[in-house]
């Protein structure tokens, strides 16, 4: 999934104002400035947009982490300079303290529905045997489901 897309999606779901998405980076110890942040968050098609890269969605998420658990003791964490769906996914999780439980039944609310067994196999290493990519779908419907968690589902006009 394009970084891009699930900096919006993030933006949408915990309500967050510009300056609120920017103290999120600070929370990783990155500085950004507003306008950086606006350049991301328009539409692909928008003449102003700039793609994110990964290294600054791992900084907004690892930012996240801080805002919604807490800085952790001990030295901050990396900042890593690729990422995919599973680390994403991973970064998620932490910071809105989920349980497999939690991740199932969000994801059921958006239909998807998959056994611990294969939800277990996102947050194991890429070298295991049982590793597996989590696909944009399931990402995206995870999202999705985290959206209507925290916002309730939008009521047709």
């Not at 910071?95 to 056994?115: G, K, M, P, T, Y």
Request: proline share 3%.
């Amino acid at each position: 999934m394009k970084p891009n897309d699930c900096l919006r999606r993030l933006r949408y779901t915990l309500d967050f104002d510009d300056n609120a998405m920017v103290a999120v980076f600070a929370g990783s110890g990155r500085t950004i400035e507003r306008s950086q942040m606006t350049a991301w968050l328009k539409q692909d098609d928008h003449p102003s947009f700039e793609a994110c890269s990964d290294e600054s969605l791992a900084a907004f998420l690892n930012g996240l982490i801080v805002f919604k658990r807490g800085k952790r003791e001990g030295a901050e964490p990396e900042i890593e300079t690729r990422l995919n769906n599973n680390m994403v996914f991973r970064k998620l999780k932490i910071a809105f303290n989920l349980q497999a439980e939690d991740i199932l039944e969000i994801l059921s609310s958006e239909a998807v529905h998959i056994s611990k067994h294969e939800l277990s196999a996102f947050f194991r290493r890429p070298d295991h045997k049982h590793y597996r990519d989590c696909k944009d779908q399931i990402l995206r419907n995870f999202l999705m489901g985290l959206q209507v968690r925290h916002r309730g589902r939008a009521e047709p006009d």
